[in-house]
């Protein structure tokens, strides 16, 4: 079975529209609905009075129509009666200011309060519906991110700090205390980083977000556990969710969780949709290690800066079989049907304000078909296998928020995902490899590193042997310049990387936004520049023009039986894809399929060819060999025609 369904909140409907949402989603063929997430006030209206009667027959009736349900804590919103007994669990902000109740997430995850409350309404969840016949898994909390900087978190932060670095005298020299004056004598002088006169210690500041990383991750397992002990049999996860705001490192919390849920919701409603959709996919299957699965998105529309934008026909089921292509167990969304009121209450719905007669209600009556049609197909299924990996690190995400920096609009998730782009738009199928957390880097023929700004030396020791036993290794600048500390590697630039690129940068020169500049092989480029000196690497593209004329822009070093290149700038998007696509080659990658026209995507998943078409042309696809429609059954023979915004799933 493939999950398809979503976040449902039946607490705020009568129970004669409940009725109606069971026979809504059989029609559209909906197989899980997330139950509960944000309904503690319902559960529990007073303290310690509960109220179950209403998730009682939610649950039956989910169950008496074959929809299995992910029983959500709903310990992200507490209710008004828990902030009002407890004013200290609320968050407090960088500026000191505890915030008041009326929005979601009003809780400190470090409060013994709330961690006491959230424990005891899951194990009343757990006491009452752990061998319910509908529940399929437990979906903790919602969305782990809340930063608070109150006394009981900084109390919570020293513990850890001194768990880490074991004495005041260790953690001084990691943090340079010794700058303007910082050095610690006792362990209470230290504070969550909150505003200050100027610039905050960027270690300090690193720290803390690691610090709420555990400590969030520690909340999860309080609730995990007791969820666990209720019924081993049944799985437990939380939902991922990305954002510069989040100190959560999900690579590191992925091992808690038995399976890795992601949210995620692209910005962009060009092209960059499909891109970011490939990308979370991705990324997602890293951290899951090849299984994972989509708990949200937003089905019909798509959040720009300023605008909500309307998907357009087809996209729905083209990101979420893209979702299922890059190795998800299924396409879940917020939410089932949009409310009449509340905060988010435009946010996107399967069933929406104008009801089930509607394009999107539609739209997902078709997908959930195909879906029935592919889950025995990709039951069991290889995920997609790629021979190129992309790092992923977010603590050097953290580090390049700070303050302080050579330039204000370094972007450490962009970099990562230009690199991404070139590849999704040379065909060329790609993993994630986490060198923060483990120094495995697989065996892949082609490792990308853009802006991984903190390097331990174990990692750089990884990426030597890696590149010495024959791997093709390509960093990007902004990398290896600091220990995991943030503590800069001194003798030049790209510190960790200096040896194994065979170069030294002695100077960075940022470029104002919108400049570009031309490099010697016709590569264009902009945001920034470095004076690179050789050290065995050879040019293989100079800077055209201006004070760094000549200078080496782009180097290969070649280290045993491999190959590690270096580029000292910010290519142009269509000109790091034709650099990227060249190296793959050399390293003997090829694409998924090659000859497919450029609006199509393409991924491989088992047997199974996803194809996509983003373009508005049919499109002519050559087959490795004779193919067959995965959904109808249909011989396709050796080409397959794909009708514009249109997808098709062979079966090779």
């Known amino acids: 079975m493939l999950f398809f369904g979503g976040d449902y909140n039946p607490e705020q409907w009568p129970e004669e529209v409940r009725d109606e949402d069971v026979v809504l989603m059989r029609q559209a063929g909906v197989t899980i609905a997330t139950v509960g997430v944000f309904a503690w006030s319902n559960l529990e209206p007073e303290p310690g009075r509960y109220d179950f009667g209403w998730l009682d027959r939610v649950l039956d009736r989910l169950h008496d129509g074959g929809i299995r349900v992910a029983l959500a804590t709903p310990t992200a919103s507490p209710p008004p009666w828990f902030t009002l007994a407890h004013p200290e669990a609320m ?37 009452r519906y752990a061998r319910h ?25 020293r513990l850890w700090l001194e768990k880490k670095h074991g004495d005041l005298d260790t953690l001084n020299e990691a943090w340079t205390t010794a700058f303007w004056s910082q050095r610690y004598s006792d362990w209470a002088q230290i504070m969550p980083p909150r505003a200050t006169q100027y610039l905050p210690n960027p270690a300090q500041v690193l720290d803390f977000r690691r610090f709420l990383s555990d400590e969030f991750l520690s909340g999860y397992l309080d609730q995990r556990d007791v969820l666990r002990a209720a019924n081993p049999d049944v799985p437990i996860t939380t939902n991922f969710v990305q954002g510069g705001w989040v100190s959560v490192d999900h690579a590191r919390w992925a091992a808690e969780v038995d399976l890795v849920a992601v949210d995620h919701y692209p910005d962009d409603a060009g092209a960059g949709a499909e891109e970011e959709t490939a990308f979370a996919g991705d990324l997602a299957r890293g951290w899951g290690g090849g299984s994972w699965l989509l708990m949200e998105t937003a089905p019909n529309l ?63 009556v078709g997908l959930g078909r195909t879906l029935k049609s592919l889950a025995p197909q990709v039951a069991g299924a290889a995920p997609p296998a790629a021979q190129i990996a992309l790092t992923w690190d977010a603590p050097s995400w953290w580090a390049l928020q700070a303050g302080g920096l050579p330039a204000a609009d370094l972007d450490y998730p962009g970099a990562v995902r230009q690199a991404h782009r070139a590849l999704f738009r040379s065909k060329l199928q790609t993993d994630f490899v986490f060198p923060g957390v483990s120094t495995d880097l697989g065996n892949y023929r ?62 960075w020169h940022p470029r104002p936004p919108g400049t570009e500049f031309a490099l010697s092989d016709g590569s264009l480029a902009g945001r920034w520049q470095e004076r690179v000196e050789t050290a065995g690497a050879s040019t293989v593209a100079s800077y055209a023009d201006g004070v760094l004329a000549g200078a080496p822009a782009i180097t290969r070093h070649r280290c045993g039986a491999g190959s590690a290149w270096y580029l000292s700038t910010a290519l142009t998007d269509d000109s790091l894809a034709r650099l990227l696509a060249s190296i793959a080659a050399e390293a003997g990658v090829e694409p998924v399929l090659p000859g497919v026209p450029s609006p199509v995507e393409v991924v491989r998943r088992g047997p199974l060819l996803f194809l996509f078409n983003h373009g508005i042309a049919t499109a002519a696809v050559p087959l490795p060999g004779p193919g067959v429609n995965a959904v109808t059954g249909r011989d396709l023979g050796s080409v397959a025609t794909v009708q514009g915004g249109g997808f098709l799933v062979v079966r090779v």
Request: proline share 6%; charged share 20%; aromatic share 10%.
């Open 91 to 127: 968050p407090v902000g960088a500026d000191g200011v505890r915030l008041t109740h009326g929005s979601r997430d009003t809780y400190c995850v470090s409060a013994p309060a709330y961690r006491e409350a959230a424990r005891t309404i899951a194990a009343k969840l757990a006491e």
């Open 133 to 157: 016949p509908a529940l399929a898994m437990w979906h903790v909390h919602n969305e782990y991110g809340t930063d608070c900087r109150c006394d009981t978190t900084a109390s919570a932060f």
């Open 302 to 364: 798509i959040y720009t800066r300023a605008r909500m934008h309307a998907k357009e026909p087809g996209r729905l089921t083209r990101h979420s079989l893209g979702y299922v292509a890059r190795g998800s167990a299924g396409a879940m969304y917020f939410q089932w049907r949009q409310p009449r009121g509340g905060a988010e209450l435009f946010h996107s719905a399967l069933v929406p304000h104008a009801g089930p007669d509607s394009p999107v209600f539609r739209e997902a």
């Open 446 to 507: 082609m490792i990308v590193v853009p802006h991984l700004y903190l390097v331990s030396d174990e990692a750089a020791a990884a990426f030597r042997d890696y590149v010495a036993a024959g791997g093709h290794l390509v960093v990007g600048y902004l990398s290896g310049i600091a220990e995991p500390d943030t503590r800069i590697r001194l003798g030049g630039y790209p510190g960790a990387f200096r040896e194994i690129l065979g170069v030294r940068v002695v100077e």
